[in-house]
T-cell receptor, first 112, second 111 residues
Framework: DQQVKQNSPSLSVQEGRISILNCDYT??????FLWYKKYPAEGPTFLIS?????DKNEDGRFTVFLNKSAKHLSLHIVPSQPGDSAVYFC???????????FGKGTKLSVKP | NAGVTQTPKFRVLKTGQSMTLLCAQD?????MYWYRQDPGMGLRLIHY???????AKGEVPDGYNVSRLKKQNFLLGLESAAPSQTSVYFC??????????FGPGTRLTVT
């Protein structure tokens, strides 16, 4: 059973517009959530994270929102740039675990 | 700072052969991880280590063994490679439990 779900395999957005990537989770013990970005032939790189005690975290063009009651988080990229085209992975963890659980990823394409 | 490095970058094995993938990190991280990435499957944890001399099983440990004899190195072994182990393997390390830093990956093909 998938504990972290990214239901959209792909997303296409025009340059300058907002990109919204979504992630749902089922395990109520998760207390820390992260987004990773991955370019082809490279390892994933950490993008932004949020603790369960917050509902929003912002870093430049990237904002992550957490809705604990809905077990849902989203990543907003504003404005989107062609260089943002990559696969984005959502990940979650609980303090009792020693690892992250990753979603399957969403491929974002930003068109010039 | 090299970060997390992986050796080799590419490898082709025949079914039944063995090999070891090496991961090294220079960030003095306690935690190290091995993942595999397959199309449409995301990143799945194979084994991980929370410190020198310790290892633990992840989500998909069968067919793999690991060792963490030195804090900076984490080895992933395939004793008898199978075509189902064709994948891209990523090593990662972290200081805390959460923000992991990944290596560039090893692309393994088993024929």
């Amino acid at each position: 059973d998938q504990q972290v779900k990214q239901n959209s395999p792909s997303l296409s957005v025009q340059e300058g517009r907002i990109s919204i990537l979504n992630c749902d989770y089922t395990n109520s013990m998760f207390d820390y959530f992260l987004w990773y970005k991955k370019y082809p032939a490279e390892g994933p790189t950490f993008l932004i994270s949020i603790s369960s005690i917050k509902d929003k975290n912002e870093d430049g063009r990237f904002t992550v929102f957490l809705n604990k009651s809905a077990k849902h988080l989203s990543l907003h990229i504003v404005p989107s740039q062609p260089g943002d085209s990559a696969v984005y992975f959502c990940a979650a963890s609980a303090r009792s675990q020693g690892n992250l659980i990753f979603g399957k990823g969403t491929k974002l394409s930003v068109k010039p | 700072n090299a970060g997390v490095t992986q050796t080799p970058k590419f490898r082709v094995l025949k079914t039944g052969q063995s090999m070891t993938l090496l991961c090294a990190q220079d960030m003095n991280h306690e935690y190290m991880y091995w993942y595999r990435q397959d199309p449409g499957m995301g990143l799945r944890l194979i084994h991980y280590s929370v410190g020198e001399g310790t290892t633990a099983k992840g989500e998909v440990p069968d067919g793999y063994n690991v060792s963490r004899l030195k804090k900076q190195n984490f080895l992933l072994g395939l004793e008898s490679a199978a075509p189902s182990q064709t994948s891209v393997y990523f090593c990662a390390s972290s200081y805390f439990l959460y923000e992991q830093y990944f290596g560039p990956g090893t692309r393994l093909t088993v024929t």
